[in-house]
C-alpha cells in the first residue's frame, strides 16, 4: 500500500469513528488499518500539522482524534483521485478482458470459468455475454470435472495453484485433469492486446 492509500486509510478510520460512541486508540487505528503502531503515531503527528485532525482530550488518558474541515477536504480529494483512478484501470482492463474473449470465441471456445477474485466477475460475465459465450465463475469441484470433460473450457485463474490446488478434489487423477485443461493466468489476460 501506498504511502498516500495508507493516509487515506487512516483519515478515512478516523472520520468513520467521529460519531463520539467509541474512542480508538493509536493501537485500534493500527489494528483497524494494518499500518505499525509507530507509523501511526507517525502520521497522525503529520496530520496535527498539516492541520487535518485535532485532539480533543475528553478524560485522564482518553484522547479523541477529530478530522478538521481541512482534513475532511483531503479525504474527499483523495477519495475522488482513487475513484478516478479505479475508473480508469477498470476501463483498461474491461477492453483487455473483452479482448481476449472475442479471442477466445474466434478459436472456437464455448465457455470462460474465472477462478478468482469475485471483483471482476462482472467484467467477464459481460465480455462473455457480448462474445456469445458462458461464463462460469468459481464452479464446484465435481462442475470443474464436467467442464473439463467437455472441452471448448477456457479456465482463467488468478494463481498457478488455483487450478492445482489438491484439496479442492479428492483424488491425484482430478488434479492431474485439471493440470491439462487450457487455462490462463489472470494476470496474462489483463495484460492481453
Known sequence: MSTKDS????????????DGSKFPTQR??????????GMVNAMLRRFMDRG???????????????LTHEGMEEVVQRSVSYFKRTVN?????????ESYVRHLAE?????VVL??????????????????????FDPAPKQREWLLAQGRTMFVVAN???????ASYPDDKSTLQVQQA???????VLLYS
Open 115 to 136: 477462478i478468482g477474485p469475485e471483483e471482476i466477475n462482472f467484467l467477464f460475465r459481460y465480455a462473455c455475454m457480448q462474445a456469445g459465450l458462458e461464463f462460469l
Open 52 to 66: 487535518w485532525i485535532t485532539l480533543r482530550h475528553l478524560s485522564g488518558k482518553k484522547i479523541q482524534y477529530v
Open 7 to 18: 493516509e487515506l486509510n487512516l483519515l478515512e478510520t478516523i472520520y468513520l469513528t467521529q
Open 89 to 97: 484501470n477498470t476501463s483498461m482492463y474491461q477492453k483487455h478482458i
Open 160 to 166: 498457478n495453484l488455483a487450478m492445482n490446488d489438491k
Open 107 to 111: 478459436l472456437g471456445y464455448e465457455r
Open 182 to 188: 487450457d487455462q490462463a493466468r489472470l494476470s496474462e
Open 28 to 37: 485500534d487505528f493500527a489494528g483497524a488499518t494494518g499500518l505499525s503502531l
